[in-house]
């Protein structure tokens, strides 16, 4: 019997699956520029953000800076007011009015805070301008980056980034001066004296402003920022937008000038690609509304442009609503369906709380007190027979000019100030604590505590303020 020897097949082990990246390589933008009105509007938009911004902490009011955000001296100084922690409430009114403002801008015309004054579209646009002053036009920063190391590419790089690190680190610096007197914090910097934190702030602040501007970029708009996500809750089909015309570009072929474009059956839109090449986070707006627009209308800037080279009529790409668009609505009545019941609400609520909020400044009493009570001597026997108790009270002067003020109480019957005698007097925009001892006959309340007060006014009576206190009587 003959045995076989039997082979065993082995099979080949399968080809391994190509890899599939879970997420695309972000790819730069080089966004190109454009001159137009709304490239103009962008420009004068940094001007004046940045002359308010660089320039306020120099402004003098008087003898102090015209804004100042003492937080060492817990003191906040806005024109002519001179505010306290105890007035965190105007801050809050602000801070609301500022986010309603943000509503109503957007049901009305979109991002046009994002496109037009938004810190990081103003610096953004500011880097930009270095780096095509550097290294050159679209194409030739294209090139520059794509060719080989060399000592051109190095120079032009070093240069570029030299210069957006001085503009980070004088933003940093500023934005500092609002916290500490500017003037004092440049002779600090000069003496190499500035404090840690102060130090810290500037290159804080400056790195942000290097970072986000510098590389971020678009990048700052499209994933970082909330806004961009929660725009959608305040846009509906009569907010302004820049839309593009798909009824008049479509179909959309490149053709030479001499071209009709009706007896080519094509549209105006001849697919040059400048709406794209010009937008700050790389997007084509022929794709329809998108949340990474930012409604800067650079787009129609270059889209207009083009179409006075063809002899097309200008307004391919605009500003448009939904609505608009799809019924051919003329200005006028683009402009009426702005006057819709959420744009009358939203203007409503806001002009009450501006005038609210005014009001309450107006009628403000610049003279805030705090009461303590003396912990080491609840209440007390002194001579003549008489109970007295101890407080401390904190006055604070709000005005620029030093004050006189004097105390007096009322609660209970034979209620008298034993001290102090004298007027009491303040400094400007500083705070005194006062030592106050009150006493009542011994006999004259029952025992327990009583409701008193503290009424503050000013010697020349122009403000006065009453603040509520409990007097004890032991039993």
Not at 80 to 95: E, H, T
Not at 294 to 319: E, F, N, Q, T
Not at 331 to 358: C, F, K, S
């Amino acid at each position: 019997m003959t045995r076989k020897t039997v082979i065993p097949i082995v099979s080949a082990p399968p080809a391994a699956a190509p890899e599939v990246g879970l997420y695309e390589a972000t790819k730069k933008i080089y966004p190109r520029s454009v001159q137009g009105l709304f490239a103009r509007w962008r420009w004068a938009m940094v001007f004046l953000t940045q002359l308010v911004f660089y320039g306020m902490p120099w402004v003098e009011w008087g003898e102090r800076q015209m804004v100042l955000f003492d937080l060492a001296a817990r003191r906040f100084y806005i024109f002519g007011l001179v505010l306290y922690p105890q007035d965190l409430i105007y801050l809050s009114g602000l801070l609301v009015i500022s986010a309603l403002s943000l509503f109503l801008f957007t049901a009305v015309a979109g991002r046009l805070w994002c496109g037009y004054a938004c810190p990081q579209t103003v610096y953004t646009e500011m880097f930009l301008w270095v780096e095509q002053r550097i290294e050159g036009n679209r194409s030739a920063r294209i090139r520059l980056d794509a060719g080989a190391f060399s000592l051109e590419k190095l120079v032009k790089k070093a240069f570029k980034h030299l210069v957006w690190i001085g503009i980070a680190l004088w933003t940093g610096f500023t934005f500092v001066g609002y916290f500490t007197p500017i003037r004092e914090l440049g002779m600090a910097f000069l003496q190499t004296q500035m404090g840690s934190w102060e130090v810290f702030w500037v290159f804080f602040y400056g790195f942000a402003t290097y970072g986000n501007a510098g590389f971020m970029r678009e990048q700052v708009c499209k994933y970082m920022c909330p806004y961009a996500r929660f725009q959608s809750a305040m846009f509906d089909r009569d907010t302004l937008i820049v839309s593009y015309d798909p009824r008049r570009g479509e179909p959309r072929a490149p053709r030479r000038k001499n071209v009709d474009p009706r007896s080519a059956a094509l549209g105006d839109c001849i697919d040059c690609s400048l709406c794209v090449q010009v937008c700050p986070t790389g997007i084509d707006i022929r794709q329809g509304l998108q949340y990474e627009c930012i409604g800067c209308g650079l787009c129609v800037d270059a889209c207009d442009s083009v179409m006075d080279k063809m002899g097309y009529a200008p307004r391919l790409i605009r500003y448009d609503t939904q609505n608009g668009m799809e019924a051919g609505w003329s200005r006028r009545q683009l402009w009426r369906r702005v006057l819709r019941p959420r744009v009358l609400v939203y203007t409503a609520l806001l002009a009450l709380l501006v005038a609210g909020l005014l009001a309450s400044l107006v009628a403000r009493t610049p003279l805030k007190v705090d009461v303590v009570r003396d912990r080491a001597s609840l209440a007390r026997i002194v001579e003549g027979g008489r109970l007295e108790n101890v407080y401390r009270l904190q006055i604070m002067n709000a005005t620029e000019r030093t004050q006189h003020y004097r105390i007096a109480a009322r609660g209970i019957d034979g209620l008298s100030v034993a001290s102090p005698d004298e007027a009491i007097e303040v400094e400007p925009a500083q705070a005194r604590w006062v030592a106050v001892r009150l006493q009542v006959p011994y006999g004259a309340a029952p025992a327990g505590s009583h409701t008193v007060h503290f009424d503050i006014r000013q010697a020349d009576g122009a403000a006065q303020v009453s603040e509520k206190a409990v007097f004890l009587v032991p039993r």
